[in-house]
């Protein structure tokens, strides 16, 4: 489709790159960038020649946050009547693996959609943060939530509370990204690992997101027998056949999502 917040490109075999593409603002975001977000990510979902998605931004910012002056004036009225960025963690209701590719700011609601993602890289020069506090509100798009989950309660409470922000270092010592690069390599670096995630089986690879993803809703017990039953019903593909075979034969396998 033609966008006018974004800017979507394949730039490698099955690969879906989309990029905010909302410079003067930093990538604020709001509700027309969102929407044409989801179309993206939920258009690529559907593409049988795609295996993985990277979102990305610009070298100055992944994004800047929620768009602060269309926020200023809207009443509880308007945010609670209207449920208002109810479908902003609609990336997380996408099945093929999504890496976040980080450069600049991720500040605010830019910090969350980043935290929505399979993967988090990010380059070297990244600020993170949920600045919300000095505001006078709050994350609300899982920052107290998935940011708590993901680096601890101690440090998310400390970084909620005075709205400070963190390096794309420190979000690695926590295990928030899983790799630092320099700015100039970070998008090629992440299109690189979702192109290798692209020649599996997408079975599988639907298989793994759905079972890591589920398990932060369950017990650790639910959770193994959880993984333990999709990774039974896996049996009953051609991909697990042929991957096995493969291995056994020496030779590359070659998956078709069968
Ligand atoms: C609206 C924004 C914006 C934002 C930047 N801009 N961030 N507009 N909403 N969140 C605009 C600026 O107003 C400015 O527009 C232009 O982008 C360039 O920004 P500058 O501030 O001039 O750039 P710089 O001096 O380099 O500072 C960068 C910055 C700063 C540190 C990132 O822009 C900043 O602090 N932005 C706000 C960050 C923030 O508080 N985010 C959380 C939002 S609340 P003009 O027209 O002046 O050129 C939130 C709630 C989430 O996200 C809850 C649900 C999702």
Not at 128 to 149: D, H, N, S, Y
Not at 236 to 249: I, L, S, V, W, Y
Request: charged fraction near 25%; include cysteine; charge should be neutral.
């Amino acid at each position: 489709g033609s966008y006018e917040h974004i800017v979507v490109s394949k730039p490698a075999t099955g690969v879906r790159l989309v990029t905010l593409n909302r410079p003067k603002a930093l990538n604020a975001l709001f509700s027309p960038l969102i929407a044409e977000l989801n179309h993206a990510l939920f258009d690529a979902d559907k593409d049988p020649e795609i295996g993985a998605i990277v979102i990305t931004g610009s070298e100055k910012a992944f994004a800047a946050g929620a768009d602060i002056k269309e926020m200023k004036d809207k009443t509880v009225a308007e945010v609670y009547g209207k449920d208002f960025i109810e479908n902003w963690n609609d990336q997380t209701r996408v099945k093929k693996p999504i890496i976040a590719a980080v450069n600049g700011y991720a500040l605010g609601g830019g910090c969350e959609l980043a935290l929505m993602a399979d993967i988090i890289y990010a380059g070297e020069k990244a600020v993170f943060g949920q600045p919300e506090i000095k505001l006078g509100v709050i994350p609300g798009a899982g920052g107290t939530q998935r940011l708590a989950r993901y680096i601890g309660k101690a440090r998310a409470s400390e970084l909620i509370l005075t709205g400070r922000n963190f390096s794309a270092q420190e979000a690695l010592e926590w295990g928030m990204v899983a790799k630092v690069f320099k700015p100039e390599e970070l998008v090629d670096q992440a299109v690189k690992t979702a192109a290798e995630i692209a020649q599996f089986s997408p079975l599988a690879v639907k298989a793994a997101k759905e079972a890591i993803n589920e398990g932060y809703n369950l017990s650790l017990e639910q959770g193994l027998k959880y993984e333990r039953r999709v990774f039974h019903t896996l049996f009953g593909t051609e991909d697990q056949k042929e991957g096995m075979a493969a291995f056994a034969e020496k030779r590359k396998a070659s998956f078709t999502g069968k």
